[in-house]
């Protein structure tokens, strides 16, 4: 069984987007979390405020995700940051990956995929 006592980073630069991964893990039990709206937010907020999982939107103003992941990678070798987005070119998903994303999600996603991969990561920890 996977604590539901996790700080969750959601970095997306759509409101409902963001909205739409906090219900999905607020109705699994989930409530500790961080919204960034913008990479280098993300970044920011992560330095300030360590999370046990990052959700990182793709494009996004500032800092894009890739660059995010890098920067969050670099500060914290750990990290357990899952891409979210809408544009999954096999080309942005290995930069993800090689930047050292865990797993990709595309959007739409269902409840299912977010809550797999999640305890999934959080198992392999």
Do not use: C, H, W
């Not at 990956?97 to 991969?117: C, H, M, R, W, Y």
């Amino acid at each position: 069984m996977i604590s539901r006592d996790l700080k969750i980073l959601i970095a997306d630069d759509s409101i409902l987007a963001r909205k739409q991964l906090k219900d999905v893990l607020l109705t699994a039990g989930y409530n500790d979390f961080i919204e960034a709206k913008d990479g280098k937010e993300a970044i920011n907020f992560y330095k300030q405020d360590k999370a046990d999982i990052v959700f990182l939107d793709i494009v996004m103003p500032q800092v894009d995700g890739i660059e995010a992941v890098k920067q969050i990678r670099a500060y914290d070798e750990n990290a357990n940051i899952v891409m979210v987005s809408s544009v999954g070119t096999q080309g942005q998903i290995r930069s993800a990956i090689e930047a050292g994303a865990k797993d990709f999600i595309q959007k739409p996603f269902v409840s299912n995929q977010i809550l797999t991969v999640l305890n999934n990561i959080m198992k392999g920890n």
